[in-house]
């Protein structure tokens, strides 16, 4: 709690004083300024109620943050489409200084209503990765419902072994100090599990913590085929990422590449347009996946390493940095740390 609380300080004080003063912009410019990189920055959501995001877990920018990052970026650099940069990237040919490629993961509605018009109205790319399982029904995600039953429940308490995660402590507190700290642990055990497993215990969730009605700023409203195509329509790229979003290590190679090939053709159809680009669910990945993605005719993959890319570059391992929900100053201050990464054994 009080190391979370310094983080804040940090990212919302000291970063803009910090800022001010231009205590970052050499190192940033020193880092960015080489035409052999690229900075890929990753979002997942751009929210106008901070009741969407109870647990603070790095997924959500508000968009008075995103709007001044997206200001930022426009003026000082070169925001390219991914899939032309990714290509100079792979031929070691020269980027502009400063080059950046925007991009979303999962496709929640607020990409569309709450996103895309700002990057139009700053005249920016960006590429938007698509979950294809329940865009005809709008199910919530997996992760976004058990957030919503933590956030809502009044239970105190939690026995995993109720909801279907035995190998979890028991009891799991749910106070309002530390139920962020639980809400972590459970999503992490989801992750290790297949989706038939993953409903089970969502189910069990729902009958136990008893959440009641789920406000609508936490049902995460995802797109639907509609929302996608308009997506694609205004001239932004669409890319896959899976059907289910769980960790392919579940998966056979048989299970994956099924999977692979099933969100690459679904949204070929209902975009028009060519689906080359792959973000890792969650950054997860197996033995297989570059294989099959090559295989599958790809161009590239994204994923969630931390750092600036630098020619020559790993087709299937391109690497993103998370956005944060602040300032522009703390973004810099993240830039300023990240590490240069190579195909370079």
Not at 17 to 38: F, H, I, S, T, W
Not at 69 to 78: G, I, N, P
Not at 192 to 213: D, T, V
Request: glycine letters at 6%.
């Amino acid at each position: 709690m009080l190391k979370d609380r310094g983080k804040q300080i940090i990212k919302q004080i000291v970063s803009p004083l910090a800022d001010k003063v231009g205590v970052y912009d050499e190192k940033v410019q020193r880092l960015m300024g080489e035409p052999n990189r690229l900075l890929v920055l990753m979002y997942h959501r751009v929210i106008d109620d901070l009741a969407s995001d109870p647990f603070a877990l790095g997924m959500c920018v508000r968009q008075k943050y995103f709007e001044e990052q997206l200001a930022w970026l426009a003026a000082h650099t070169h925001v390219l489409p991914l899939t032309q940069a990714v290509e100079h990237l792979l031929n070691n040919e020269p980027l502009p200084p400063n080059a950046v490629a925007i991009t979303f993961d999962d496709g929640l509605l607020d990409n569309l209503s709450n996103a895309a018009p700002l990057l139009e109205r700053y005249r920016l790319p960006a590429t938007f990765y698509v979950i294809t399982g329940g865009l005809e029904t709008g199910h919530p995600m997996w992760w976004d419902r058990a957030i919503a039953i933590l956030a809502c429940t009044q239970a105190h308490s939690v026995d995993p072994r109720s909801i279907g995660l035995p190998e979890l402590p028991h009891p799991l507190p749910l106070g309002r100090n530390v139920r962020a700290d639980s809400c972590k642990v459970i999503l992490n055990a989801l992750w290790e599990r297949n989706p038939g497993a993953i409903e089970q215990c969502l189910e069990q969730m729902e009958e136990m913590l008893e959440p009641g009605p789920i406000p609508p700023a936490l049902q995460a409203r995802r797109m639907n085929t509609q929302q996608v195509q308009e997506l694609a329509r205004r001239g932004f790229q669409i890319g896959a990422h899976t059907t289910r979003h769980i960790d392919p290590k579940l998966l056979n190679r048989e299970q994956l590449m099924a999977d692979l090939g099933a969100s690459r053709q679904q949204l070929q159809e209902l975009t028009q347009q060519p689906v080359d680009s792959f973000a890792y669910p969650g950054g997860r990945s197996s033995v297989w996946m570059p294989d099959l993605l090559a295989a599958l005719g790809f161009h590239h993959a994204v994923d969630t390493r931390r750092g600036i890319n630098q020619a020559p570059a790993s087709r299937y391992a391109i690497a993103r940095v998370g956005m944060p929900d602040t300032p522009v100053g703390d973004f810099k201050r993240a830039i300023r740390n990240l590490q240069i990464i190579d195909a370079t054994p």
